[in-house]
């Protein structure tokens, strides 16, 4: 009995890539685009409402620690919802002078370290089914990371004469 060898044929690296494309492309505008619109416009409202200054107060001796404004924390509550939002919140509050740019340059780590935080809890660690005595350390590292960074880029700026 012969048997018919059956020849899978590969996609070439083009089709690969092209799919991969596709994909990509459905994740930004499913995900990603409504995490920094959500997380761009909760910035917006704060500042219509006044209530950016107001809580700018509260925040300020916390953030102060970091050689911050108080307003800054509108920048890794921002960031929460999705990191390209948190920092074009820090962009935007530089154009507006409210951070300076040594800052905003301060805030950008902190944003890709804890930025999009809610997102990935929700997408990879319940989805994942991580063990429950984890999870509050699963969302503690990154705030912890961030703020570690926000101390080195201190430190850095300091040195370079850029605060």
């Not at 404004?69 to 074009?88: M, Y």
Request: proline fraction near 4%.
């Amino acid at each position: 009995m012969e048997k018919a060898i059956e020849k899978t044929v590969k996609p070439s690296i083009v089709d690969t890539f092209l799919k991969g494309c596709g994909k990509g492309f459905k994740v930004g505008i499913e995900n990603i685009t409504p995490a920094m619109i959500l997380g761009y416009t909760l910035v917006y409202i704060l500042q219509v409402t006044g209530l950016m200054t107001f809580l700018g107060r509260i925040f300020a001796p916390v953030m102060g620690v970091f050689g911050l404004p108080g307003e800054a924390f509108a920048v890794l509550i921002s960031a929460f919802f999705a990191k390209a939002s948190g920092c074009a919140t820090a962009a935007t509050m530089y154009a507006d002078g409210v951070l300076t740019l040594g800052q905003a340059s301060m805030l950008l780590p902190a944003c890709i370290l804890m930025g999009t935080l809610i997102g990935h809890y929700a997408r990879i660690v319940l989805v994942a089914g991580t063990n429950k005595k984890w999870h509050t350390l699963l969302l503690i590292i990154p705030l912890f990371d961030a703020a570690l960074s926000l101390i080195i880029m201190r430190v850095i700026l300091t040195v370079m004469g850029i605060t």
